[in-house]
């Protein structure tokens, strides 16, 4: 399972700018994402929730929701997800970047957020079904769970043609940002928790 969905997203990632900025040498960065996808959706899959959708039983679209306090990662937690061997296959520069990414990902997340909440961690569609609703469809699963559990949600992206259709779905930009230097724009997307709504009264009595 988690193999055929990490292929998925590192072809829906693959001009990603956060991740071009990462992996730039596009010979080696479908091998690398694919890497780096793995670790994040078994992490997703201990800690939250993975949201499928397939087609003729191909999966076409993913979306990887971790859980309240599963973010940031222990150290125990980076063994099991695999996180802890990424460094072993990438090269030097894009080892630093993504280290430069997470602690400044970390540092606009913390701004952002600190009570329970649930963070998408990314969502991905097979480019040739993009704009079918299939990313609608996942990401409705997610939003409908947090309501469920009155809980904020809270995603980055770096697309900023992306931030239109997070607002349609009651995503606010909180923090426009950049990674400093040569680094891609991240923004920092929150959406409030759901509103409990009063219980109706009941009708008073006829005499």
């Known amino acids: 399972m988690i193999a055929p969905l990490a292929a998925l997203l590192a072809r829906a990632f693959d001009d990603d700018p956060m991740m071009a900025w990462v992996f730039p040498d596009p010979v080696r960065r479908a091998r690398d994402l694919r890497r780096l996808f793995a670790a994040n959706l078994r992490h997703a899959d201990r800690t939250g929730r993975l949201d499928a959708e397939s087609v003729d039983g191909g999966s076409v679209g993913v979306a990887l929701w971790l859980g309240p306090g599963a973010f940031p990662m222990p150290a125990w937690r980076t063994l099991l997800t695999g996180h802890a ?4 296959g990438f090269t030097l520069t894009s080892l630093a970047r993504l280290r430069r990414l997470n602690a400044y ?13 649930w963070f998408l961690h990314g969502v991905g569609v097979e480019p040739d079904r993009q704009r079918q609703g299939i990313g609608t469809a996942l990401l409705r699963a997610g939003l409908e769970r947090a309501d469920r559990d009155r809980l904020p949600c ?16 009651g995503f606010r930009v909180a ?17 409030p928790a ?14």
């Not at 061997?85 to 072993?88: A, G, H, R, T, V």
């Open 154 to 169: 809270y995603l980055e992206t770096a697309r900023e043609s992306a931030l239109p259709f997070y607002s349609r779905f």
């Open 194 to 207: 759901a509103v409990k709504r009063p219980a109706a009264s009941a009708a008073p009595a006829r005499a």
């Open 105 to 117: 990902a970390l540092m606009q997340h913390r701004r952002t957020i600190a009570g329970p909440h």
């Open 85 to 88: 061997l990424l460094p072993f």
């Open 175 to 191: 923090i426009p940002g950049r990674l400093p230097g040569d680094g891609p724009p991240v923004f920092s997307l929150l959406r």
